[in-house]
């Protein structure tokens, strides 16, 4: 009973390759995530998904697209992929619980993508 | 934007200790802070978390302090034992949920 699935786990590709991540979630969170941690274990933030719209790019170049198709489902497709792409990527999600200073956002986060540019 | 600075990056205590890890973050509107643990291979789990109207919390041997004028927070781990081996992270985040920020994490060590 996976809270939140990513697939593949792992990701072995060439440069200028074009490959996907999938992830899903079956806690009914409206909000999915997905990030990117580097070989320094910094985990940084490139999308927020609420409800399937766009909410944050946090400057994530153009060959990076998200894309989802119901609120339970936020993939990720990687464009022309270069060397500096190497990382895993985790997708998370969470559901916002309480009003004003009185909330919850505890997030849930899948075993993560390591993906890996030759 | 927020940012959120943790410190240290490494930290390396004999089992039995105390281990502390101190964060801070620039956005007042922040207002849950939530503490994860990420092991070997696996993604970041949550291990505690503090929400602002709150200065302290604990969780048996887990406790979270959170200072807002000053906008610090802190972990707090004692009687530390070999499976508190992990990297740690900090985070905040604002009521929209729409980001959480994390810290730059703390790989801790427990010596036998």
């Known amino acids: 009973d996976t809270a939140v699935s990513q697939t593949p786990k792992y990701l072995v590709t060439q440069m200028g390759n074009d490959k996907s991540i999938k992830c899903e979630q079956n806690?009914?969170?409206?909000?999915m995530y997905w990030y990117k941690q580097d070989s320094k274990k910094f985990l940084k933030i490139m999308f927020s998904y609420n409800n399937k719209e766009l909410i944050i790019n946090e400057t994530v170049p153009n060959r990076f697209s998200p894309k989802s198709p119901d609120k339970a489902h936020l993939n990720l497709h990687i464009n022309s992929l270069e060397l500096g792409d190497s990382a895993v990527y985790f997708c998370?999600?969470?559901?916002?619980?309480?009003?004003?200073?009185?909330?919850?956002?505890?997030?849930?986060f899948g075993q993560g993508t390591r993906l890996t540019v030759v | 934007g927020e940012n959120v600075e943790q410190h240290p990056s490494t930290l390396s205590v004999q089992e039995g200790d105390s281990a502390v890890i101190k964060c801070t973050y620039s956005d007042s509107a922040s207002n849950y802070f939530p503490w994860y643990k990420q092991e070997l291979g696996k993604g970041p789990q949550l291990i505690i978390d503090?929400?602002?109207?709150?200065g302290e919390k604990k969780d048996q041997r887990i406790a979270v302090t959170l200072n807002k004028t000053a906008k610090h927070f802190s972990l707090h781990i004692t009687e530390t034992q070999p499976e508190d081996s992990a990297v740690y992270f900090c985070a905040a985040s604002t009521s929209s949920a729409s980001k959480i920020i994390f810290g730059s994490g703390t790989r801790l060590s427990i010596r036998p």
């Open positions: 998370a999600s969470s559901q916002v619980t309480g009003t004003g200073i009185l909330v919850d956002t505890e997030a849930f």
């Open positions: 806690l009914g969170h409206d909000t």
């Open positions: 503090i929400r602002s109207n709150v």
